[in-house]
């Protein structure tokens, strides 16, 4: 389950992060220990732990949480609502302060570091990064963020900078390892891996890139 972060002077869904965590965590409590196809729960389940006695306001939020991927909708088989991965990450979610943009810029020079330090030092990863750029909340004048968004462009290493012997991971572990180690500089920093720069998120910023030639795949 992927950690999620939830910030204090943020509103999700009309409610406060606390008590957000805490009305999925009483419906998370309902299925704990079920299987995932028994893993659900009514309309007026989830309506009480959610504090919501108007049946309207209830339809409404559940709706809201099955049109953003929370709440699978009932189906042939099965007449209660399924509490989705996204769901289960709100009730084991983060309560954080916000992230100062001063802070966030910190964090973003430290991943072009770390950039730089694996193209230049991580041989046995057969993918090296070509461009990092933040986008999301960063590309705005807040000064607080819920987040730390990078957009991160990785292409194959050139054989020239890849180490001879050993052995070498595959691209599916490659790519996990620069995500962890990215995520690892703080929780805040969210890695948005592409394989080249349209596909990144707009507005962005270019804050690392490599211009070493690129070597085309041979596998």
């Known amino acids: ?33 079920l299987s995932p196809e028994r893993a ?7 309506r009480q732990d959610f504090g919501l006695g108007d049946a309207d306001e209830g339809k409404a939020l559940i709706e809201e949480f099955v049109a953003e991927g929370l709440l699978d909708p009932p189906n042939e088989m099965q007449p209660d609502y399924g509490l989705t991965e ?15 943009r001063e802070r966030a810029k910190q964090l973003l020079a430290k991943a072009c570091e770390l ?30 963020l819920a987040e ?3 957009g991160v462009v990785v292409r194959p290493r050139p054989t020239s900078r890849r180490a001879r012997w050993g052995r070498i991971m595959t691209k599916t572990d490659a790519a996990h390892e620069i995500r962890a180690a990215l995520r690892q500089i703080s929780s805040f920093i969210h890695v948005r891996m592409v394989m080249n720069k349209e596909r990144l998120p707009r507005p962005f910023a270019v804050a690392f890139q490599d211009d070493s030639p690129v070597q085309l795949d041979d596998d």
């Open 115 to 144: 950039a730089a330090r694996v193209n230049a030092e991580w041989v046995r990863n057969p993918l090296e990064i070509g461009l990092v750029a933040p986008f999301g909340g960063y590309m705005t004048r807040d000064k607080h």
């Open 1 to 33: 389950m992927k950690a999620r972060t939830l910030v204090t002077d943020r509103s999700y869904f009309g409610m406060d992060p606390l008590n957000l965590r805490a009305a999925t965590a009483r419906a998370f409590s309902r299925v704990v220990g």
């Open 148 to 150: 730390l968004s990078l």
């Open 86 to 100: 996204r769901f289960v990450e709100l009730a084991f979610a983060r309560v954080v302060e916000p992230l100062p």
């Open 40 to 46: 659900r729960i009514s309309a007026r389940s989830f």
